[in-house]
């Protein structure tokens, strides 16, 4: 199961909204694979996958001008996880007529889901603790 938890919480209001939205596109998709009840589902899944692509890429960008705006001096190395992740699912060929389909599909979105998961917890966070130190240094600085 896909859930979004307070453990990824950032406290930056509109990267935790789209790490929300990731996390949801890809609950959708993994519950879509798993459901029974609908006979033609693949096409469906294939394209909340592209969704979730998509939005990473989105997402993404909005990341990087945060991290440009706070002067972030890391900002070139997490923008160059950021490409390689893109690069990497853009190389999963998601036509591929696979034996086992389903779970082909579900290890794609698994894939997907532990990247930005171990993402948001390590690289996301450093940029956090470094937009904290430099407000509170501004704010030093005014004083
Ligand atoms: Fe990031």
Redesign the pocket.
Known sequence: MIKWSNKYLLGIDIIDEQHKELFCIAGDAYDLLKNEFYIDKYDKVVKLIEELKRYATFH?ET?EKYMMEIGYKKLFS?KMV?NDFIKQVNEIDLEKVDENQEEYLASIIQFIVDWIEQ?ILR??REYVSNSQFTMHNSQSKEK
Do not use: L, Q
Request: hydrophobic fraction near 30%; charged fraction near 30%.
């Open positions: 993404f990341e997490h950021h993402h690289m996301d």
